[in-house]
Nanobody
Framework: QVQLVESGGGLVQPGGSLTLSCAAS????????AGWFRQAPGKEREGVSC????????YYSDSVKGRFTISRDNAKNTLTLQMNSLEPEDTAVYYC???????????????WGQGTQVTVSS
């Protein structure tokens, strides 16, 4: 079965850190540009960070640049998002997915996983 499974979310205080992981099964994630999207209550889903399958070039939205780091481990078929200096505005459900190009996380394709909830609150 082809799927992406996200994990690592939770409740964290402002200024804290979390590491999100995405495991692909049934297919080889390394063949595709991929990344992380998030959706906060009442807002549209947005691309947060994406990474190239070719040379691991990265894209970050302005809202997370300098605080989040995306990486991929092709041997383990996983995608990781290290999130530091978290802010209440980062509260959302985070999803990993494939995109047609990592640049601006453009052209999502494939299905969405169940996501992982990140809540930043004191």
């Amino acid at each position: 079965q082809v799927q992406l499974v996200e994990s690592g979310g939770g409740l964290v205080q402002p200024g804290g850190s979390l590491t999100l992981s995405c495991a692909a099964s049934g297919w080889n994630l390394s063949y595709y540009d991929a990344g992380w999207f998030r959706q906060a209550p009442g807002k549209e889903r947005e691309g947060v960070s994406c990474i190239s399958s070719h040379d691991s070039s990265t894209y970050y939205s302005d809202s997370v640049k300098g605080r989040f780091t995306i990486s991929r481990d092709n041997a383990k078929n996983t995608l990781t998002l290290q999130m530091n200096s978290l802010e209440p505005e980062d509260t959302a459900v985070y999803y990993c997915t494939t995109v047609r190009t990592y640049y601006y996380c453009s052209g999502h394709f494939g299905s969405w996983g169940q996501g992982t909830q990140v809540t930043v609150s004191s």
